[in-house]
């Protein structure tokens, strides 16, 4: 069997072995969407512009999307969950690599899944947002690059545009 195979045999088996943890994951991913998308109106209603503490918390946050979050999670500095787990997968007859590849499609499939739900929530339920960073606005700033581009192209390279 390949390394993603049984990757993804640890992959499923963690997911059913708590079934509740994607109900709980969505829940705490859905309930920051929705008091960021209110942080985000209030900031851009007031001046049109984010406050470098409404930044400042939206950076802090993104990372958090890329978790799985359920019991085991919170009580990670209590109980050393992890250690165990680790510990437990290198008795079994599995290589490194599978653990680890295991690991890293948790984290990409918690992270697209978080996102999707994070941004969705954020750009339906800020109103503001949706003004601000529509569709026609990233079609301005398109149109603007072109110009940009056809008029002087030296001064692109430094922001990697070519």
């Known amino acids: 069997m390949t390394i993603m195979k049984q990757a993804w045999m640890i992959t499923r088996q963690d997911f059913r072995n708590n079934p509740y943890v994607m109900l709980w994951t969505l829940l705490f991913i859905m309930y920051l969407g929705f008091t960021m998308s209110f942080v985000v109106s209030m900031q851009l209603g007031e001046s049109g512009a984010l406050n470098p503490a409404a930044d400042f918390v939206m950076l802090v946050l993104i990372p958090f999307l890329g978790f799985i979050y359920n019991r085991r999670t919170f009580k990670y500095l209590q ?26 499609q948790q984290a990409v499939l918690a992270f697209i899944v978080n996102s999707v739900v994070f941004f969705i929530l954020l750009f339906t339920i800020s109103g503001t947002l949706r003004v601000y960073a529509g569709t026609g606005f990233f079609c301005i700033v398109c149109a603007h690059l072109d110009r940009l581009r056809d008029a002087d192209s030296s001064h692109l390279y430094l922001f990697g545009v070519s």
């Open 79 to 104: 109980e050393d969950s992890y250690t165990r787990m680790l510990a437990f997968l290198r008795i079994l007859p599995i290589p490194v690599s599978a653990v680890i590849m295991s690991r890293i």
